[in-house]
Structures are given as structure tokens and as C-alpha cells.
């Protein structure tokens, strides 16, 4: 891949967790349907005044804000940050396994060992993807760290493999989208990750990837690519999403369409396109209706003055 030349945009660090966030508030309603027609989206959209994000992108948050406060990755604090922010708003839809791990750190068991045996094997639910996406934007110029960075942020809560991996691609989606974006051609992301020595199951679903999208047909991607809420059942569905929307929009609605876990997985392929595109793409009439979008950019904004001001 051809080095970075120009400096990266702030537009591409707002656009990705405010995509994310959208990806997320938007597949919300349609959650675990098994098809979603684009036309039901829009609709729900129009109708609703305020678009509420769900547990994607509260622990994006909190990924973010841990982040910025520590300056890096720092697996105590960002354990830490998690806790305070479920506690807060526990409401969000989280899935079964984090409620459990964070009661697991407040009676005392260290951050680094809680989630070991909440499920058996680690958790290999798409909890730890799903809110990496600040990682990738913080670490977008170092590509050897992410792998690291990716693997402390989810060992708080998914300590299996899968689980692992699945936020490491994301991550690697989003550095790529990041510092590539626009004038490089979106299919370069396959090889991109493919320097990333992944298990066999994402080498597996990604390669599937471009036949796939030749034949476009929906109910084969969620066949061959899942859209479930295991991390190798959603995150190469996301990398699709990506590949074969051609615009912001057309990639969120692309992956609400799938059904399934359709919230994250429009999440992750919304934190792609977002930073791939850049704020500007994000049709406004979503933007003006999402909860706490300021924040969310504020954060964004943060992270790209620690790393490229
Ligand atoms: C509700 C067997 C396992 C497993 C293992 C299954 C929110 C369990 C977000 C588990 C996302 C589920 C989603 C999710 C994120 C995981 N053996 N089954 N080793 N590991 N599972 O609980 O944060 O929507 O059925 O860790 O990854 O919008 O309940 O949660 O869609 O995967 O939740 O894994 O979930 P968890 P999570
Ligand atoms: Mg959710
Ligand atoms: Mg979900």
C-alpha cells in the first residue's frame, strides 16, 4: 500500500463515530428482524425525533473516552470507564455477557480476568468490534499496534479469540478507511487486512467477499457471511457492507436490510464508510436527529488533535 501523503481529515474522525452512532440508531428498531426493506428504514427514521443509540455506541464512548483521558489504551481506566457508564445508563441494551463481567470487576475480580469465564472459552459475541472503532481512528498511523490495542480493549469483556479478532479487523477497517480514504480504491481493504494473519474463519468469510458482491444477492451474503451476533457472524458481513455500498447511506441501509443483529452490523460497516467518506457524506436529516451527536463529535475531534494536529 502506498504510503500516507496528505494529512487525514478531521471530517473522517467525526464521520466515523458519528456513523457508527447512526449505523447503530438506525438498525436499532429493525434488530433481530429477518429482512428489513429500505423504504421501512426511511420511514421509522422520518418518524422518530430523536435517534437513540443503543450499547454499540455507549461503549464506543466509553472506548473514546478512556482513550482520550489516558492518552492510549490503559485496560484498568478504560475497565473502569466501561463500569461507570453501564452503571449510569443501564438501559442501553447490552448483551447478557458485559452486565455480568462489569458486576464481576465491582466485586473485586481484576479487569484483566473477569470475562474469562463468563462464557465458556471467553465471549465471542461481537460486544468487542462493535465499539472499536476509536482504536482505529487513534492508532491509525501505527498499523503494528492495532493488533495490541484491539486485544487489550476487548479482553475487559471478550476474551476469545474470535471475539478478539473480529475487533481487530474493524479496527484495521477503520485505520485503513482513515488514511486511505476517498482517493484509494475501497477494494484495497482486503488486501490491507490480509496482512493481519487472521484466523481461518475471517480469511475464509473476507475472501468470499468479492463473489459475494458480484451476485449481490442478500440472502447468500447472510448465508455465506452471517448476520448474527457472534463476531465471525457479523464482522465480514460489515467488511461487505462497506465494500459494495457506494455511498454512507447506501452502506447503512445495505446492512439494516440484512436483519439479524442488523444494529451493530450497520454500526461497524457505518464507522467504516464514516471514516472512509467523511462527516459531509452523512445525509443531515439523520445527523440533525442523533442523541448526543455534539458529544460524539467532540470526542471524535479529540482524538484526531491527540493524533494528527
Ligand atoms: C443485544 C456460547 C456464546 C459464547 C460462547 C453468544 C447487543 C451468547 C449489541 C451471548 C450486540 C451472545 C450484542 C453475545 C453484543 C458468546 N459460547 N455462546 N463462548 N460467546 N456467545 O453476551 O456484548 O444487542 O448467546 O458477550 O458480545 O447490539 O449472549 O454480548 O448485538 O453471543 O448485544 O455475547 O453482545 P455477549 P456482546
Ligand atoms: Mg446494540
Ligand atoms: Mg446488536
Not at 443501564?90 to 479487569?111: A, L, N, Q, T
Not at 469483556?157 to 475501497?186: C, M, N, Q, W
Not at 471514516?275 to 452523512?282: D, F, H, K, Q
Given at each position: ?297 467532540s470526542l471524535a475531534r479529540k482524538i484526531y488533535k491527540l493524533t494528527v494536529d
Amino acid at each position: 500500500m502506498r504510503p500516507l501523503c496528505t494529512k487525514v481529515r478531521a471530517e473522517k474522525f467525526t464521520g466515523c463515530l458519528l456513523g457508527l452512532a447512526l449505523g447503530d440508531a438506525l438498525g436499532a428498531p429493525f434488530e433481530g428482524r429477518y429482512t428489513v426493506r429500505g423504504g421501512e428504514i426511511e420511514k421509522i427514521a422520518s418518524s422518530l425525533e430523536l435517534l437513540r443509540y443503543t450499547d454499540d455506541t455507549h461503549m464506543a464512548i466509553g472506548v473514546a473516552e478512556s482513550l482520550i483521558a489516558c492518552r492510549g489504551l490503559d485496560g484498568e481506566h478504560m475497565a473502569k470507564t466501561f463500569v461507570r457508564n453501564f452503571r449510569k445508563e443501564p438501559w442501553r441494551g447490552y448483551g447478557p455477557g458485559p452486565p455480568e463481567v462489569f458486576r464481576r470487576i465491582e466485586s473485586g475480580i481484576p479487569w484483566y480476568s473477569a470475562a474469562e469465564e463468563v462464557f465458556p472459552g471467553g465471549s465471542y459475541g461481537n460486544g468487542a468490534a462493535m465499539r472499536i472503532a476509536p482504536v482505529g481512528l487513534f492508532y491509525h498511523r501505527n498499523p503494528e499496534k492495532i493488533r495490541e490495542a484491539a486485544y487489550l480493549c476487548s479482553r475487559i469483556t471478550h476474551t476469545h479469540p474470535l471475539a478478539k479478532d473480529g475487533a481487530v479487523v474493524i479496527a484495521a477497517a477503520v485505520a485503513f478507511a482513515v488514511v486511505y480514504g476517498s482517493e484509494g480504491r475501497r477494494s484495497d481493504l482486503l488486501d490491507y487486512l490480509s496482512a493481519f494473519s487472521l484466523p481461518e474463519v475471517y480469511r475464509s468469510k473476507l475472501g468470499k467477499i468479492p463473489e459475494l458482491a458480484l451476485r449481490g444477492d442478500r440472502r447468500e451474503v447472510v448465508r455465506e457471511l452471517g448476520n448474527g451476533v457472534e463476531a465471525f457472524n457479523s464482522v465480514p458481513t460489515a467488511v461487505y457492507c462497506f465494500l459494495t455500498g457506494d455511498s454512507f447511506e447506501k452502506t447503512v441501509t445495505g446492512a439494516i436490510s440484512l436483519g439479524g443483529d442488523c444494529d451493530t452490523i450497520a454500526a461497524m460497516a457505518g464507522a467504516i464508510a464514516g471514516a472512509w467518506w467523511g462527516i459531509e457524506a452523512i445525509p443531515s436529516r439523520w445527523l440533525e436527529k442523533l442523541e448526543n451527536a455534539e458529544y460524539i463529535k467532540s470526542l471524535a475531534r479529540k482524538i484526531y488533535k491527540l493524533t494528527v494536529d
